[in-house]
């Protein structure tokens, strides 16, 4: 069966620094990834997607993040926070269905 | 595109009453999902649906909700009766299954509040 597993419930860091939100899924079979983006009072924005094209994606806002097969990771970075990145974020499995398991979600604070 | 539509945004009823939230997905996707979201139990998969078939409805949590895709562009949940533990914002998301790797696209949400 698939899981997802986000490490820290709440990640706070200053604007400007680093942001690292880390993702290990559990999957039987080579799986599709995804981080989704949640702002307040809003539904759920594609970031990212893994689809075995290339380990290393990019997405909007300045987001990427890294498949690891060997360490069942799927972290997401930015170099840089902005004040504007604050939200909910989502790590995702899915497998040929389309049906996704999500993560408990990690909400991003940016400190100014 | 206008994306995946809800109604109503914003719903607050009193419990024993039935409420009806709407979904309109995007046009020319045939995969649509309902979820639920509480601070408790975080995201949840109520009940998807592929082609207007209920796929599976394995996490619909009691008899009182029920779930209708009558055609390709119209979805409904059903609460009947409500109860104020019911109170949580829903989802609504579609998807195309052309590829096995689409991403499903959420709608706004509708906040429901049970009193």
């Known amino acids: 069966a698939q899981s997802v597993t986000q490490l820290g419930s709440h990640v706070s860091v200053s604007e400007g620094a680093l942001v690292l939100l880390r993702c290990n899924y559990s999957s039987s079979v080579p799986p599709y990834l995804f981080w989704y983006v949640q702002y307040p009072n809003q539904g759920l924005q594609l970031l990212l997607k893994y689809t075995s094209a290339a380990t290393l994606v990019k997405g909007i806002n300045g987001f990427e993040a890294e498949f690891k097969k060997s360490e069942t990771s799927f972290h997401l970075t930015k170099p840089s926070a902005h004040m504007s990145d604050a939200a909910e974020y989502f790590c995702?499995?899915?497998?040929?269905?389309?049906?996704?398991?999500f993560g408990q979600g990690t909400t991003l604070q940016v400190k100014p | 595109d206008a994306g995946v539509i809800q109604s109503p945004r914003h719903e607050v009823t009193e419990m024993g009453q039935e409420v009806t939230l709407r979904c309109k997905p995007i046009?020319?996707?045939?995969?649509l999902f309902w979820y639920r979201q509480t601070m408790m139990r975080g995201l949840e998969l109520l009940i998807y649906?592929?082609?207007?078939?209920?796929?599976?409805d394995s996490g619909m949590p009691e008899d009182r909700f029920s779930a209708k895709m009558p055609n390709a562009s119209f979805s409904t949940l059903k609460i009947q009766p409500s109860e104020p533990r019911d109170s949580a914002v829903y989802f609504c998301?579609?998807?195309?299954?052309?590829?096995?790797?689409?991403?499903?696209?959420f709608g706004p949400g509708t906040r429901l509040t049970v009193t």
């Open positions: 995702a499995v899915s497998l040929y269905t389309g049906k996704l398991i």
């Open positions: 998301a579609s998807r195309s299954d052309r590829t096995p790797e689409g991403e499903q696209y």
């Open positions: 649906f592929n082609n207007n078939v209920p796929i599976d």
């Open positions: 046009s020319g996707h045939n995969s």
